[in-house]
């Protein structure tokens, strides 16, 4: 953790020595940052599928504007509901005028409309 995160830790005299406490750590989950409500563009939001039905739920999603990007290692040597999933996903895409790529061994990436994915990669330290 960076040491700006960390909380310095408190100092107790006690009879003339220096007692330190244990460092706490700040909890990033306990800050509401607004990131939702200050948003003014697409959200990138990442999601886990372990089965088809989840799908559904996630679409609307893009129907919204978002972009998506799926983790799907829990399905990964399930080839048929891949499949289903993947189509699906293609189909979404195509009805709102967005697009599918994968983007690692077990990452898809869905985007809204208008928004395009490359499929070349960009290397590092290279003009």
Known sequence: MPKFLRKKPT???EKGSTVV????????????VGVEAAATGPVVRVAEVYRYEDVTSLTDFVYNGDVLIIDFSSIANDELTLRRIINELKNVARDINGDVAGIGKTLIMVTPTGMKISRRKIKGGLR
Do not use: A, G, V
Not at 21 to 32: A, G, K, V
């Open 11 to 13: 100092r107790h005299i």
């Open 21 to 32: 406490e244990p460092r706490s750590y700040i909890d990033l989950n306990e800050f509401d």
